[in-house]
C-alpha cells in the first residue's frame, strides 16, 4: 500500500522534492555512469597503453596528452606546497602534529594552485578534458 500526499510526513514530503530538484541538476551524471560504475572492471593501463590511445585518436589524444601533463603540475605543486608549509610549521612551532597538518594542507592547496595554474599554462579551459577520458576508457573497454 503506497502512502497518500496526506499521510505522508512534512520531510517525508519535502525530501522527495528535494531529490527530484537534485536529480534534474544533475541529470549529467548518467552520462558517465557507464565509466563510474561499468559492468566489468576496467583491465590494467600503463603509460604505454595511454600513448598507445593518444596515437590512436585524433581528436581525443592530443586532450589527454595536455591533460597529463597538467596533472604533472598538480603533483609538483602538492609536493612544494606539503613540504614548505610542513617546514614552516616546523620551523616556528616545533610541532609534529602541526607540521602534519600543515603537509596535508600544504599537499591539498598546493595541487589546487598547480592544476589552476595548468589550466591557464595549457588553456585547459578551450578543451573538453573529460570527454577525452571517457573515450579513454570507452576505448580501454573496448581494446579488452
Known amino acids: 500500500m503506497s502512502e497518500t500526499q496526506d499521510q505522508k510526513s512534512f520531510f517525508k514530503r519535502h525530501w522527495e522534492g528535494y531529490k527530484e530538484f537534485w536529480a534534474e541538476r544533475f541529470s549529467f551524471l548518467e552520462n558517465y555512469s557507464k565509466v563510474l560504475y561499468p559492468e566489468k ?20 589524444g592530443p586532450t589527454l596528452k595536455t591533460a597529463r601533463e597538467a596533472a604533472q603540475f598538480g603533483a609538483a605543486g602538492a609536493v612544494v606546497g606539503a613540504v614548505t608549509t610542513a617546514g614552516y610549521c616546523w620551523k616556528y612551532s616545533r610541532s609534529a ?15 589546487c594552485f598547480g592544476l589552476e595554474i595548468a589550466n591557464h599554462w595549457f588553456q585547459l579551459y578551450r578543451l573538453d578534458t573529460m570527454a577525452a577520458q571517457v573515450k579513454f576508457y570507452e576505448w580501454l573497454q573496448n581494446r579488452a
Open 97 to 111: 602534529h602541526g607540521a602534519a597538518l600543515a603537509f596535508g594542507f600544504g599537499a591539498v592547496t598546493g595541487s
Open 41 to 60: 572492471p576496467l583491465p590494467h593501463w600503463d603509460s604505454s597503453v595511454v600513448e598507445e590511445f593518444i596515437a590512436s585518436d585524433p581528436v581525443h
